[in-house]
């Protein structure tokens, strides 16, 4: 069985599955759904944030 449809394990295929193979790299699709330049000023919420040395993902908790 190929990748691509193995949504198909369920008895149908899932759309939204099917949406995200449909962009395998960072394009308008993903980046529409966050935010992006100047829209990071905008938001106005309190934010708690923990990340250390061996966190897999340091850059990306420190970036956001």
Known sequence: M????LDSL???AQPL????????EYDDYW???TP????FGKI???VFCTTGYYE???LGALYY
């Open 2 to 5: 190929h990748l691509n449809r």
């Open 56 to 58: 897999g993902d340091q």
């Open 31 to 33: 980046k529409s759904m």
């Open 44 to 46: 106005q919420i309190p």
């Open 10 to 12: 369920e008895g149908k």
């Open 17 to 24: 599955f099917q949406r995200w193979l449909q962009h395998p």
């Open 36 to 39: 992006q330049g100047e829209e």
